[in-house]
Nanobody
Framework: QVQLVESGGGLVQPGGSLRLSCAAS????????TGWYRQAPGKQRELVAG???????NYADSVKGRFTISRDNAKNTVYLQMNSLKPEDTAHYYC????????????WGQGTQVTVSS
């Protein structure tokens, strides 16, 4: 089992920044990919950013140039630096890892709320 704990969410004004963290613990095995997703009320959950074991990153078009995903392998932690935040970035943000440990498994965290409002 893998446990994920997200942190770093909160209330920020438009144009502000936040840094989300996702710390993994437990029987981690080999993390293949890690992704940040978000879900706003009444909307489907969507991929915001992802990073593979090789370090390849991908972003949703709506966040390109504003968000940066990175990781610290020694700490089993993935970060999402969010700059120039907009009200439409308001959502619950979730971390997901895909782990290879006797098979392929997906794990989700409980998420952290990000609210962008003046």
């Amino acid at each position: 089992q893998v446990q994920l704990v997200e942190s770093g969410g909160g209330l920020v004004q438009p144009g502000g920044s936040l840094r989300l963290s996702c710390a993994a613990s437990g029987t981690i095995g080999r993390i293949i990919t890690t992704g940040w997703y978000r879900q706003a009320p009444g909307k489907q959950r969507e991929l915001v950013a992802g990073i593979t074991i090789a370090g390849t990153t991908n972003y949703a078009d709506s966040v390109k140039g504003r968000f940066t995903i990175s990781r610290d392998n020694a700490k089993n932690t993935v970060y999402l630096q969010m700059n120039s935040l907009k009200p439409e970035d308001t959502a619950h943000y979730y971390c997901k890892v895909v782990v290879a440990a006797g098979g392929i498994s997906n794990y989700w965290g409980q998420g952290t709320q990000v609210t962008v409002s003046s």
